[in-house]
């Protein structure tokens, strides 16, 4: 079993940082792609961007561009997210996510593994 945990979370400001970290670990040596996914109350999760391992690109969501910037570490299954200039529509959980098997990195109904989710808060 893949164990996967976030971290970095908090309450800030428009226009502040913050970076979140994620682990994936257990029987994950052969995960092909980690990815990092949001949900806000009452709406439906949403895709943020995710890093293959290997024979991809990285991927990004249009709302996201430009702001967000996705590094990792394959070697020991490790995935970054640094966030710029927030806005109060980035509120939301965010969701470390891994998937076993080459394709899209996209939906996030193919990824077979998550974490508990990091509340992140971005006040006007």
């Known amino acids: 079993q893949v164990q996967v945990v976030e971290s970095g979370g908090g309450l800030v400001q428009t226009g502040d940082s913050l970076r979140l970290s994620c682990t994936a670990s257990?029987?994950?040596?052969?995960?092909?792609?980690m990815g990092w996914f949001r949900q806000a109350p009452g709406k439906e999760r949403e895709f943020v961007a995710a890093?293959?391992?290997?024979?991809?690109?990285?991927e990004y969501a249009d709302s996201v561009t430009g702001r967000f910037t996705i590094s990792g570490d394959n070697a020991k299954n490790m995935v970054y997210l640094q966030m710029n200039s927030l806005k109060p529509e980035d509120t939301a959980v965010y969701y470390c996510?891994?998937?076993?098997?080459?394709?899209?990195?996209?939906?996030?109904?193919?990824?077979?593994?998550w974490g508990p989710g990091t509340q992140v808060i971005v006040s006007s």
């Open positions: 996510a891994a998937k076993k098997y080459v394709g899209s990195i996209r939906y996030p109904m193919i990824y077979d593994y």
């Open positions: 257990g029987r994950a040596n052969s995960i092909y792609a």
């Open positions: 890093r293959p391992w290997r024979g991809g690109s990285t």
